[in-house]
């Protein structure tokens, strides 16, 4: 629940509203599950919690550490499906990428995610669950280690504007004050361009914008972004520029991701047209050179590919980074490591199916 949720919460009970700030402590600033532990609600107070309210933190099924600091998490959700969650630290900063849905409807031609389908939508708290984690992963809230999360993105698994409400609400809890209290420019949410919730976002929320581009033209784009066929680039691009026109900081920019594909979008014509496309929209380029999962049918693109890729966009002036692979070691592209422990529970599964039929021809 948000504050606001949380006072209305209260204030149903018959309690006061300030109830809502010593709640929100308690579980995010101090990382505290258990309503027994809540002190400072009075014991009445808590006794009625106990009977009506839950605070439980996710279930992790695998952790992974890589030797880069990357952590990885594969969270076990109510009805059994499965969501992973990445914290990816890098000096000071640590930006955890978190998810939004179990599976995706999508279908993005070159994601994991996407072949695996929709299950749901994770909730609010299944979302700010995954913040908690990371923190508490780290025995961070009662040490004061500092920061573990100091910025966090929308890419993991899911597209989160198809998960509209659960996101906004979880999103204002990044920002609030008493629970993570990060700035609205460290939250960036990454849409592959559902253009109607884009623009409903625009009026409530101010947090840092990414695009999932992917191709400099809507022929390219239909056949990796699929969403794309609905709504088409320009259309995208204008509800982006929309999006930051309402911010009231006017120095932002949209962040345009783009997946780098051999032989496929990696081309120096495609840099040019996308240099075309590109030319007067306020934006970053951030370049992803894709990560090869089993079952993909991509490749990686070469490391000359890239720097080819890269020039054509800085020479024409763009601000570009290209993002280094971290978590390698241990599958760290969004939705392989569920896609694995997917795999070792069907191959599991089979493997007892056979032991069973082994049993019965032998009985
Ligand atoms: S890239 Fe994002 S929107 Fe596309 S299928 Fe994957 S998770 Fe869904």
Redesign the pocket.
Known sequence: MTRAQLEAFFESLGDKKFRAQQVLKWIHHQGVADIEQMTNLGKNLRQQLLEIAEVRPPEIVSQQDSEDGTRKWAIRVDGGGLVETVLIPDGNRATLCVSSQVG?S???SF?S??KQGFQRDLSAAEIIGQVWLAIDSYDAFQSGKGRVVTNVVLMG???PLLNFDNVVSAMDLMLEDLAYGISKRRVTLST?GVVPALDKLAEVSEVSLAI?LHAPNDALRNTL?PINKKYPIAVLLNSARNYLGKQTDNKRVVTVEYTLIAGINDQPEHARELVELLRDFPCKINLIPFNSFPQSGYQRPSGNAVSRFWKVLVDAGFVVTVRTTRGDDISAA??QLVGEVVDRTRRSERYQRAQTQVVEVVG
Request: glycine letters at 20%; a negative charge; aromatic letters at 0%.
């Open positions: 995706c999508l279908d993005c994601c995610t996407g698994m899911g597209e592959s999932s972004v969004c939705g």
